[in-house]
């Protein structure tokens, strides 16, 4: 579709209220006006990623923590403990020991140690790293551009993430990596839009969720489908679907808000029409996964009974039926929260990262025993790292801090990125008295290598990850990062890859097709007022 169907289609609410325009695209659909962005690919292999939000704000400093105790060399140990004091292991002896894990530098940025070990809960992460089934990204966090030190952070004219330190902005940031906006689709949402058309079955959404609506997995086109936990082909896990004209529910909630900003009862009839036929694509869904959840197998693999060993076991048990679903192609989403501990927090991280650390290993086994282990990739997220100091009874809100990927195609045993130096006098990295350091490596970074090796192509990496460009331009066996290992992975050659779009001059002047093909990266990128005059222009 070009500019000018679009706005004949839309007509005067596109130009006189964005509600319509934003409302529907969270449903991913604008009505059909707008066609899917992206490539046509026929995967003939099957590929997954599950994405784990630990939300709160995990203090990863007391997951991941330097070992070294020799006088004058690597002393990380002796540093952690005493600016962590009473959060700190008093005992090095006290940690698993991870074998050689290999922190070198990121972007030029050095790591600050040679010697790492994990909390002493975490013995199946431990044997995952030890094994190369898991890897560690040290100092991650949002960025839209690369700040070198604290002069950087400082300096007006160097772009931020908005609402830094804030729970709702920093998650939100995690799942769209799109720093600077609040109004932004989400990483996974946007992978989806481009490659759904992979998966043979057009009523199962590429993305699925065990924490319901998200950010991660919103797109132009494609939302998530949610499932609970305790699935089974008697229990899909979709309770009630509300109609159009119900009192109570999501679509309810959406609707009144849509209507109420509307001016034409002929818009009211546009967003029913549009409801209706996203409650029937559910009903079908509905029962293509009860049909599909008859045919799971009996697993070996015994998943722990919380919350987080239910999710990922009901995440195993969908992709144990993916050739039923006809997925070539899926992206999974969990939210295991509680990490919010600004007091007792050694008891806190005792509980929880025991429990994850069984749930990552169950997990692992269980792709194992499907024959998939090389072909899912799990990763956590968080909102932020937490101050290394303590208040006393906890941690509180920082930014960069570390977190996990995991699977068969992991370059594991090793922590990529740049471990921040515990020293909140020196470090050049560090913006406050408190410890809080700014990311060496950048969540763009990270989503940007797990696209290409799950099939996004270079052209389309502007798509998935608007900033890019400020920290990676492709090129081939040149990867953002290096965690995954791309043997036997083809990366497609259709198109060159082009910079990434940050201003309407550029939109306008430099990449006319991109505007036209991948719409919902200028819908995020310029404001929208210059953007609809530019399409009241483009139509005439």
Not at 438 to 448: G, K, Q, R, W
Request: hydrophobic share 35%.
């Amino acid at each position: 579709m070009n500019r000018r169907d679009f706005i004949k289609n839309t007509g005067c609410a596109a130009m006189g209220t964005t509600t319509l325009l934003s409302t529907l695209a969270n449903l991913g659909s604008l009505n059909g006006a707008i066609a899917a962005p992206g490539q046509a690919q026929n995967f003939t292999d099957y590929k997954a990623i599950v994405c784990i939000l630990f939300s709160g704000g995990m203090d990863s400093y007391n997951m991941l923590i330097p070992s070294g105790t020799t006088v004058g060399g690597d002393n990380g140990f002796n540093e952690y403990k005493t600016v962590r004091t009473d959060l700190a292991f008093q005992n090095v002896s006290s940690l698993l020991s991870l074998n050689n894990p290999q922190c070198s530098s990121f972007r030029g940025i050095p790591c600050a140690y040679n010697s790492f070990g994990v909390h002493p809960q975490m013995t199946g992460v431990r044997d995952m790293f030890n094994t190369g089934k898991l890897a560690f990204m040290g100092n991650i966090g949002t960025l839209v551009e690369p700040l070198a030190n604290k002069n950087d952070y400082n300096n007006s004219l160097k772009k931020k993430p908005s609402g830094l330190y804030s729970h709702s902005d920093q998650q939100m940031q995690w799942q769209t990596s799109v720093p600077q906006s609040r109004d932004a689709l989400g990483v996974g949402g946007r992978m989806a839009d481009l490659l759904n058309a992979a998966n043979a079955n057009p009523n199962i959404s590429m993305n699925v969720s065990l924490a319901g609506k998200n950010n991660f997995q919103r797109g132009q086109n494609m939302g998530e489908y949610a499932i609970r936990n305790d699935i089974s082909a008697n229990n899909v896990g979709v309770e009630t679907l509300p109609t159009w004209w119900g009192s109570s529910g999501l679509l309810t909630s959406l609707r009144n808000t849509a209507v109420d900003n509307l001016v034409s009862q002929t818009y009211s009839n546009l967003l029913q029409k549009t409801y209706s036929t996203s409650t029937k694509s559910t009903i079908q869904t509905f029962e293509v996964f009860k049909e599909a959840l008859r045919r799971v197998p009996s697993f070996t693999t015994q998943f722990a009974n919380n919350e987080l060993g239910n999710d990922l076991s009901a995440v195993a048990k969908v992709m144990s039926v993916r050739d039923f679903l006809g997925a070539k192609r899926q992206i999974f989403f969990i939210d295991y929260g509680g990490w919010d501990m600004h007091s007792d927090l050694v008891t806190g991280l005792n509980e929880k990262l025991q429990i994850v650390s069984q749930a990552l290993k169950s997990f692992y086994d269980a792709t194992v025993e499907l024959g998939i282990a090389n072909k899912v990739t799990t990763m956590t997220i968080s909102d932020f790292a937490r101050t290394i100091t303590s208040n006393g009874l906890g941690s509180d809100h920082a930014w960069g801090g570390n977190t996990m990927v995991m699977g068969g195609a992991v370059n594991g045993g090793k922590i990529y990125g740049a471990y921040p130096k515990m020293d909140v006098i020196n470090y050049n990295r560090n913006v406050s008295f408190r410890g809080n350091f700014i990311p060496a490596i950048s969540t763009d970074e990270m989503y940007a290598e797990l696209a290409l090796w799950y099939g996004v192509s270079p052209y389309d990496l502007c798509y998935v990850l608007p900033n890019l460009s400020n920290f990676y331009t492709y090129s081939a066996n040149s990867y953002p990062v290096g965690y995954m290992n791309f043997n036997g992975t083809t990366i497609s050659t259709d198109n060159l890859p082009q910079n990434c779009i940050f201003t309407l001059f550029s939109l306008l002047f430099y990449s006319p097709k991109y505007l036209c093909t991948k719409q919902l990266c200028w819908y995020t990128w310029a404001s929208k007022v210059e953007l609809l005059a530019w399409f009241s222009r483009s139509a005439r």
